[in-house]
């Protein structure tokens, strides 16, 4: 069964906070993405990543970085923490070399800055 | 830039009705694929449609790509309860998915 984990279901920090969102998928997935999900504005994508150390920026990437050091593993980094970084925070995976295939996601991490 | 448009945002309905979902684009996509997503879980993959005109049925699910891939629907035969949650299309192409912002169901018994 595929499966994709993120760290944490729900973290609260402190406005100007270095946060770390870690994922990992079990698949052998060579794509991974990373998404912001807010009512009424859908699922936003941010960063993704086709290959170990490679990261391609998304739709809204600004206040965001990324880490992929191991096939594995993607991790979403916000390096100054913002309260309209408040958000459900989504990381899904997908295999092969083309970006259109199926995406497995986590559960999601829902993120709360005060 | 690649946009798709869901309708209607919001739907409310009694058990037993019918309804229908709809994913449009003025883009071709080279595939369509339609999640489902639960409260508190991320979306999940009900059904990838390919082929312009393709119409696909999961149980009482029934699924269509337009004839000119840019747009696609979603009929639920006599909804339940367990139908509830949000329904994401995503249109497949050269680049990352394109989400649709998604239609939230909400089934009453």
């Known amino acids: 069964d595929v499966k994709v984990t993120q760290s944490s279901r729900y973290l609260v920090k402190r406005t100007g906070e270095k946060v770390f969102l870690e994922c990992v998928q079990d698949?052998?997935?060579?794509?991974m993405f990373w998404y912001r999900q807010d009512p009424g504005l859908g699922l936003r994508l941010i960063y993704f990543?086709?290959?170990?150390?490679?990261?391609e920026k998304g739709d809204i990437p600004e206040g965001y970085s990324v880490s992929r050091e191991k096939k594995e593993r993607f991790s979403l980094i916000l390096e100054s923490a913002s309260t309209n970084q408040t958000s459900m925070y989504l990381c899904?995976?997908?295999?092969?070399?083309?970006?259109?295939?199926?995406?497995?996601f986590g559960p999601g991490t829902r993120l709360l800055v005060l | 830039t690649q946009l798709l448009e869901q309708s209607p945002q919001f739907l409310s309905i009694q058990e037993g009705e019918n309804l229908t979902v709809y994913c449009n684009s003025s883009?071709?996509?080279?595939?369509l694929q339609w999640y489902r997503q639960e409260p508190g879980e991320g979306p999940v993959l009900l059904v990838t449609?390919?082929?312009?005109?393709e119409v696909k049925k999961l149980k009482r699910l029934t699924f269509q790509f337009g004839d000119a891939r840019k747009d696609s629907s979603l009929h639920i035969t006599a909804a339940q309860p367990g139908d509830t949650g949000l329904y994401l299309c995503?249109?497949?192409?050269?680049?990352?998915?394109?989400f649709g912002k998604g239609t939230r169901l909400s089934v009453i018994a």
């Open positions: 883009s071709v996509f080279s595939s």
């Open positions: 698949m052998d997935h060579e794509n």
């Open positions: 899904a995976s997908s295999t092969g070399g083309a970006l259109r295939e199926t995406q497995y």
């Open positions: 995503a249109g497949a192409g050269n680049t990352p998915l394109v």
């Open positions: 990543s086709y290959d170990v150390k490679m990261k």
């Open positions: 449609v390919v082929t312009g005109g």
